[in-house]
Each structure stands twice: as structure tokens, then as C-alpha cells.
């Protein structure tokens, strides 16, 4: 299962909003996690099954979509949120991430 | 405190072997699937291998089929990745990650691994 996100790279202002969008080659349902991933740092599990936001992740993240496309929103931007972006289908095997967005803060 | 902690690495020339380790510790390791990610310098996260608790199953990505292999032993709560007849395109930092319903929740330190003559 192929993922595409778009865009591959954005930037965006303190404050702001961003959406990332994710396409899956086939439907998965809503088996979608988005991860966060800075330099040097784990990937860090934002957003489960397209829309659970996990415990301790500001709620200004959120998740939606099912079957085919999928977005991940950020609102109020702080500078923190600096950092690429990954989609990742659990559906089947093989297991595949999407080719990441990158986040820049302005 | 929950925690996946990685050890080996390093450097190996092309048609090497080389073995990972990722220990955990704070939880049910028996309970979970495992995998192995990784991110090529300059790259996306590309997924690797999965197993399930039981060890009853392993999956792996097409392109290290046949020459990694993933492994666990639940009584030492420790995760393996063996990759052998490595090429320089494995070059990568590997993550362990446990895997939960519906998501890779914990993640390993991070260990690199360089394939070069």
C-alpha cells in the first residue's frame, strides 16, 4: 500500500494552521497513526487510527479521514511544532509510512 | 520508568553481519509486537520487520527478506535484529518500537548502523 503526502515540504507563522494530507493506494479503514520526528530524536507517536489523539499531545493536533485520505491539522503553531511529519498505514504488510512533510516554523 | 533501550552498531563493510539489541524495561515486552524502523541519512522512515508475542510470526519489509532476521526472548524482555550480507543502502539509524493497537507508541534511542567500505 502506497502513502502519499502532500505537501513535501511547507512553512507556516507562530499562530498559524497547517494541514498535511495523507493518501493511501487502498482503502485501510482507519488504521492512519501520524508521527512527529525531529533530527537527532525517536519518532514520537502523535495520532492513532486516524483521529486518537495520544495522551499528552497538545489537542491543537488533530486527525480525521478514512477509507482513502487522511489529514493531519495543526492549529495555533508554536515554534516547537518545527519538525517533519510521517502518515503510516497499519492495515497490511508491508507496513508503510508516508514520505514525510516537513514543518517549518517561521 | 518505561523504556526501550538499543545497543550495537557501528560501522561494517559491504556482505557484513551485524546484530542489534533493544531491551526494555516498565512493561508487559511478552504482551507486545515488536519492529525495527529505519531512517536512512537524508531519508523517510522506512518500516523493517515486525514480530508477535508469541514469535509465531515475523514480517519484513521486501528488501531485507532473507538477510535480516528479527528475533526476541521474552524472559530476557529484549528485542533482536541480526542483519547479515549487508549493503551500503542499509545505512540507516534503527529504532525498536513497541507496537500497540493502532500505533507505534514507545520508541528505541535510536542506534546507527553504516555499511561502507
Known amino acids: 500500500i502506497q502513502m502519499t503526502q502532500s505537501p513535501s515540504s511547507l512553512s507556516a507563522s507562530v499562530g498559524g494552521r497547517v494541514t498535511i494530507t495523507c493518501r493511501a493506494s487502498?482503502?485501510?479503514?482507519?488504521?492512519l497513526a501520524w508521527y512527529q520526528k525531529n533530527p537527532g530524536k525517536a519518532p514520537k507517536l502523535l495520532i492513532s487510527?486516524?483521529?486518537t489523539l495520544q495522551s499528552g499531545v497538545p489537542s491543537r493536533f488533530s486527525g480525521s479521514g478514512s477509507g482513502t485520505h487522511f489529514t493531519l491539522t495543526i492549529t495555533s503553531l508554536q515554534p516547537e511544532d518545527s519538525a517533519a511529519y510521517y502518515c503510516?498505514?497499519?492495515?497490511?504488510?508491508?507496513?508503510?509510512f508516508g514520505q514525510g512533510t516537513r514543518l517549518e516554523i517561521e | 520508568e518505561v523504556q526501550l533501550v538499543q545497543s550495537g552498531g557501528g560501522l561494517v563493510q559491504p556482505g557484513g553481519s551485524l546484530g542489534l539489541s533493544c531491551e526494555v524495561s516498565?512493561?508487559?515486552?511478552?504482551?507486545?509486537?515488536m519492529a525495527w524502523v529505519r531512517q536512512a541519512p537524508g531519508k523517510g522512515l522506512e518500516w523493517v520487520a515486525n514480530?508477535?508475542?508469541?514469535?509465531?510470526?515475523?514480517f519484513y519489509v521486501d528488501s531485507v527478506r532473507g538477510r535480516f532476521s528479527i528475533s526476541r526472548d521474552n524472559a530476557k524482555n529484549s528485542l533482536y535484529l541480526h542483519m547479515s550480507s549487508l549493503r551500503v543502502e542499509d545505512t540507516a539509524v534503527y529504532y525498536c518500537?513497541?507496537?500497540?493497537?493502532?500505533?507505534?507508541?514507545?520508541w528505541g534511542q535510536g542506534t546507527l548502523v553504516t555499511v561502507s567500505s
Open positions: 518500537a513497541r507496537v500497540a493497537i493502532r500505533g507505534y507508541d514507545l
Open positions: 516498565g512493561f508487559n515486552f511478552g504482551g507486545y509486537v
Open positions: 514480530m508477535k508475542q508469541d514469535e509465531s510470526d515475523k
Open positions: 487502498q482503502g485501510i479503514s482507519t488504521l
Open positions: 487510527d486516524a483521529s
Open positions: 503510516q498505514q497499519l492495515y497490511d504488510y508491508p507496513i508503510t
